[in-house]
């Protein structure tokens, strides 16, 4: 039973510079999320899909960023234009329909120069 | 509007203390409460879940919380810490459809040999 996995695990990029990011989510989950998580803070919702649908985002999604999941499965973050107030660790989870609980992955941490 | 209030960014305890992390919510609906703890450089793992059944919740690693509706409250709680349980706290609060999880800002626990 494999985990909800995150690649790349660590970005390091310049300021300007595209980001994207990618999150494979537990096989049976049609469930997706991406939050955001800062030096001390908890995650922030970001976005979320079921299917390849993406039902919300949040007001912190600006319009630098852009997720995708386009056949239900894998999804992509993508950040234009990256500014350093982006360095954070950016988590994904997945859930099934039929349970609670989210499971989330490693993360990946991004760093702008 | 959802939100959760996790008292004492920094805790720390002896090993073998009893282990006592606070998270207070606030909810306009009745509340689905979740711990999560996350080890450096991690995603995030279940540890318990209050889903409107039992009050007192057992989880993982011999944790416990209990939900009390009268002082919103969700404290977790632990007899005897362990080295292995320092790590991250986090409290989060979820609406019925489980798509948006609201955490608090965590409390790290310290355990001190």
């Known amino acids: 039973d494999t985990g909800v996995s995150q690649n790349p695990r660590h970005k390091i990029t310049k300021r300007g510079q595209n980001v994207t990011f990618r999150c494979d989510p537990i096989?049976?989950?049609?469930?997706l999320y991406w939050y955001r998580q800062t030096l001390g803070q908890g995650p922030e919702f970001l976005t979320y899909f079921q299917n390849e649908a993406q039902l919300e985002k949040s007001r912190l999604l600006s319009d630098r960023f852009s997720a995708e999941r386009p056949k239900g499965s894998f999804s992509t973050l993508e950040i234009q234009r990256t500014e350093q107030g982006d360095s954070a660790m950016y988590l994904c989870a997945s859930r099934s329909g039929q349970q609670e609980t989210q499971y989330f992955g490693p993360g990946t941490r991004l760093l702008v120069l | 509007a959802q939100s959760v209030t996790q008292l004492g960014s920094h805790v720390s305890v002896s090993e073998g203390a009893l282990v006592l992390l606070r998270c207070n919510y606030s909810s306009s609906v009745p509340p689905y409460l979740f711990w999560y703890v996350q080890y450096p450089n991690q995603g995030l793992q279940l540890l318990l879940k209050y889903t409107s059944a039992a009050t007192l919740v057992k989880g993982i690693n011999g944790f416990e919380a209990e939900f009390k509706k009268s002082e919103t409250s969700f404290h977790l709680t632990k007899p005897s810490a362990h080295m292995s349980d320092a790590a991250e706290y986090f409290c989060a609060v979820s609406l019925y459809n489980f798509n948006k999880f609201y955490f608090g800002s965590g409390t790290k626990l310290n355990v001190k040999p």
């Open positions: 096989s049976e989950h049609n469930r």
